[in-house]
């Protein structure tokens, strides 16, 4: 196992193959993918090793494939950026997948992409885990096919998801466990399916879901966290079981911290 400080794309996605290992981004660097690889990539990029990006930015990767851990290993990724991703899946032998395949931890990242119906998941855990997909992430992500956005044993927090999705029909966000104190902006017309709301403490739902319920657990509810709001804008048909925990707001009031603070959901004081 080494330490391994890169300077470009290119080194980057030789050392991050390499299992054990711990590479190291330059502070803040730019990689155009587009200057790398002018006619787009094609197969899956191979992270072995845990990444500490230093806010280092992968920019314009037109990608055939995903971002792939073998085997079920959990791999950290620490402030890294892709933006501005293509990914547009050509193969026919395989059902669709994450952007992100395996036990990914991504923790202060952010992502940006447009991806074909060939995924349909940001990031597709292989087996269960005890840690967290994403901790103080962004995404945002327009995709093309039907999109769960996570599948793991535990999702998220604290965390940005916005996802356009014109052709999807069903529920956008799956998940084993709590996604706790995030946004999600969800712009999926045509979708329908149940929420069970208190898989979302303290987060925030808004968008375009006129299709999206409340789904009731079957037995009592066991909330454990802040209250989740939603949009009565955006999600009309959402009546949640439990009033106390799951508030509706307008999208006027949930850009009013003092409404919001006068609820009980817990928007910080400035100064």
Known sequence: MATVNVNSLSDFLEAVAVSG??????ENAEWDANELYPSGRTGNIIIGSEV???????KNLRLDGVFRINGEQRKYIYNLNVIDLLGSRNTTSQTAVGLFEGNFHLNGCRVS????????????WFGASDAYAAEFCSFNIDAAGQFDSFYTSNAARFSRIELHLPNSTW????????????EFAIFAPNASGGISSFRFPGSIWHGEMPGITEAWNGGTINWSGDMMLFSTDGMPNFS?????HCKGVTDAQ???PAYLRSLGFPIAIEG
């Open 21 to 26: 290992d711990t590479v190291i981004c330059p």
């Open 52 to 58: 500490q990006g230093n806010g280092t930015t992968i």
């Open 113 to 124: 992409a447009v991806l074909n119906s060939k995924y349909n998941r940001i990031i597709n």
């Open 171 to 182: 529920l956008p966000v799956m998940g084993g466990a709590k996604f706790s104190n995030c």
């Open 240 to 244: 949640p079981y439990d009033p106390a």
């Open 254 to 256: 949930l850009r009013d």
